[in-house]
């Protein structure tokens, strides 16, 4: 009996500690998520304020270039066609704001 008590117990902190792992992993997955949107945010309004003589592809590869280095510096791979269509909805996002308010 004091021995199936034990493997029961065993058992019980293994299964513990597998979900503890992945409770992590889920919170690490949306905190990357969210900095990944806040981070294409920033360098969308950057670009879109500093870079006011270029336009189009020229104006989407320089985002990609700032936002792809300030999120492989925080440790985040993110790649280049899920980068590209955060870009894209937060160039949406903002152009929708700044309709809304004419």
């Known amino acids: 009996m004091p021995s199936l008590l034990s493997f029961v117990g065993t058992v019980v902190a293994v299964l513990f500690g597998y979900l503890g792992v992945k409770v992590k992993q889920l919170y690490n997955k949306y905190v990357d998520t969210q900095v990944e949107k806040d981070v294409v945010d920033s360098t969308v309004k950057y670009v879109e304020q500093i870079y006011t003589d270029i336009h189009g592809e020229d ?17 985040i791979q993110v790649s280049q066609d899920q980068l590209k269509t955060l870009i894209e909805s937060a160039v949406y996002g903002m152009n929708q704001g700044i309709k809304d308010g004419e």
């Open 59 to 75: 104006k989407l590869n320089e985002a990609l270039k700032q936002a792809s280095s300030i999120l492989q510096e925080k440790g």
